[in-house]
């Protein structure tokens, strides 16, 4: 009470009003709310060549269009994803001029929906524990970070055998085919990738 009471005496001296009516400008500038519900089942987005798309603002035109011809600049609210648990949205511009407003998002899956474990901007990494920003970066400029197999980012120990593997097991989507024995395959390979990695992450910390 005491608190509501300092808090409407400072706001009728004007002191806050200045910073709340930034606080709420700022909401107003950021068009795009992401939580676990902007996700959804991969093989329900966009397709394209090896990868999958959508755009939250409603612009799936302006985002297909860049993916398909392979260059340029992804509009605001383009997502991007390989795999079901890693996910690149692109914010509106200026948002994050360091990372070309692109946020990226390690997501947990399973049959109920998602759930984000990790998001943000530099800080995020990778099942490896390698960063998201930092091998993305090494794109070359007319790709946007997006590094698809020769754009000049770090090399990852996913075959395409894998990605598809992973999109096709994607727990979220209804009418899953049977999961194929090559898929299987390929989804024990990347187990045995994984645990290799770990193990080797694991050794080296002190
Ligand atoms: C060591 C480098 C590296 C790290 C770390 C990394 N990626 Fe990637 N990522 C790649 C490469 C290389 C590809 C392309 C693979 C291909 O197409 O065969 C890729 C593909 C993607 C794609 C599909 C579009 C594209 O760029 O080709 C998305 C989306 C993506 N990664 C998101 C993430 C997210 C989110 C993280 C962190 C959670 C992450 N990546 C961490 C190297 C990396």
């Known amino acids: 009470m005491m608190k509501i009471r300092s808090l409407a005496r400072s706001m009728s001296a004007g002191l806050l009003a200045t910073p709340l009516l930034l606080v709420a400008a700022h909401a107003d500038a950021e068009k795009l709310k992401v939580d676990d519900n902007s996700f959804k089942c991969i093989t329900e987005m966009t397709p394209v060549r090896h990868f999958y798309v959508d755009n939250l603002l409603g612009n799936l035109a302006g985002t297909t269009a860049v993916a398909s011809v392979g260059r340029g600049e992804y509009p605001e609210g383009s997502v991007v ?6 996910v690149m949205i692109k914010h509106e511009k200026g948002f994050n001029p360091a990372t070309r ?32 920003f930092a091998c993305h970066v090494q794109a070359r400029a007319e790709f946007d970070l997006i590094c698809e197999e020769d754009h000049g980012c770090a090399p990852i120990p996913v075959t395409r055998a894998m990605f598809g ?11 899953r085919p049977p999961v194929s024995a090559e ?24």
């Open 165 to 175: 593997a992973l999109q096709r097991s994607d727990p979220r989507c209804k009418n």
């Open 101 to 132: 407003d692109w946020e990226f998002f390690y997501i947990d899956v399973d049959a109920h929906g998602s759930k984000i474990f990790r998001r943000g901007f530099a800080e995020v990494n990778n099942r490896f524990d390698q960063n998201c």
């Open 81 to 86: 994803q390989l795999v079901p648990n890693e």
């Open 183 to 206: 898929d299987a395959q390929a989804l024990k390979d990347l187990g045995e990738i994984v645990k290799a990695l770990k193990a080797g992450g694991e050794a080296r910390k002190p």
